[in-house]
C-alpha cells in the first residue's frame, strides 16, 4: 500500500513571503500521478498542482510550485508570494496507475494547516 | 454548473438510524469515489466505483454500503449509523486523462 506523509501539521507564514510545505510518500510503483489539494474554510476540495512522476520537470501554476525528487519519494509545494485567501488545509495525494480494477483511487497523507497572517 | 452535486449538506442521525448520501455527476465521468474525512486522518477512501455497474471496497468500507446506479449516480448508505461514522463524507469522480478527481462540496454527518 502507499504511503502519504505530511510531517508539518500546522505552519504560518506573512502576508507575501514565501512558504514551503513537505510531502513524503513510500511506493514500489514506477508510474504514478502527485496532487496538492487545497481545502479552505468553505471546505470544497480544489486541486492545485499536479505532477506526471514520468516528467523531470517540476510543475507550476502561477505562484504555486513544486519540487520533485523522485529518488527521494518526496514532492513538496512551495507558494510564493503568500495571500491571505492562501489560507487552507493542504493536502498531498498520490495516485498509482491502475491495478487490477483499482479505480485510480487517491491516498491523502493528513494534511497541513496553513495560516497566512497580514 | 457542472460539478459533483451532493445531499444533503448536513445531517444528524440517532444511533441506529439509517440514511442514505446521495451523489451525482454531470461530467460524464466513469469513476466514482467515497472518501470520509476525520480531524488528524486526511481523507479516506470508503468505497470506489472505476465503472458503471462495478464497485469496489476502500480503505474503510465497514458500516457502509454502495450503490452505482447509473453512469451519473453513486450513493453510500449506513445501515446502522454508529457514533464512529461521525464525519464529512466527500464523493468524488475523475475523468479518463486522470486530471485529478472533481470532489463534491461534502456531508457534514453527525451520530449521536
Known amino acids: 500500500a502507499q504511503t502519504v506523509t505530511q510531517s508539518q501539521p500546522e505552519m504560518s507564514v506573512q502576508e507575501a513571503e514565501t512558504v514551503t510545505l513537505s510531502c513524503t510518500y513510500d511506493?514500489?510503483?514506477?508510474?504514478?500521478?502527485l496532487f496538492w489539494y487545497k481545502q479552505p474554510p468553505s471546505r470544497q476540495m480544489i486541486l492545485v498542482i499536479r505532477?506526471?512522476?514520468?516528467?523531470?520537470q517540476n510543475a507550476t501554476e502561477n505562484r504555486f510550485s513544486v519540487n520533485f525528487q523522485k529518488a527521494a519519494k518526496s514532492f513538496s509545494l512551495k507558494i510564493s508570494d503568500s495571500q491571505l485567501g492562501d489560507t487552507a488545509m493542504y493536502f498531498c495525494a498520490f495516485m498509482k496507475q491502475p491495478f487490477s480494477n483499482s479505480g485510480y483511487a487517491l491516498n491523502f497523507g493528513k494534511g497541513t494547516s496553513l495560516l497566512v497572517t497580514p | 454548473n457542472a460539478g459533483v452535486t451532493q445531499t444533503p449538506k448536513f445531517q444528524v442521525l440517532k444511533t441506529g438510524q439509517s440514511m442514505t448520501l446521495q451523489c451525482a455527476q454531470d461530467?460524464?465521468?466513469?469513476?466514482m469515489y467515497w472518501y470520509r474525512q476525520d480531524p488528524g486522518m486526511g481523507l479516506r477512501l470508503i468505497y470506489y466505483?472505476?465503472?458503471?455497474?462495478?464497485?469496489d471496497k476502500g480503505e474503510v468500507p465497514n458500516g457502509y454500503n454502495v450503490s452505482r446506479l447509473n453512469k451519473r449516480e453513486f450513493s453510500l448508505r449506513l445501515e446502522s449509523a454508529a457514533p464512529s461514522q461521525t464525519s464529512v463524507y466527500f464523493c468524488a469522480s475523475r475523468s479518463r486523462d486522470r486530471a485529478g478527481y472533481t470532489f463534491g462540496s461534502g456531508t457534514r454527518l453527525t451520530v449521536v
Open positions: 511506493t514500489s510503483e514506477s508510474n504514478y500521478y
Open positions: 461530467m460524464n465521468h466513469n469513476s
Open positions: 466505483s472505476a465503472s458503471e455497474g462495478t464497485t
Open positions: 505532477q506526471e512522476a514520468y516528467k523531470q
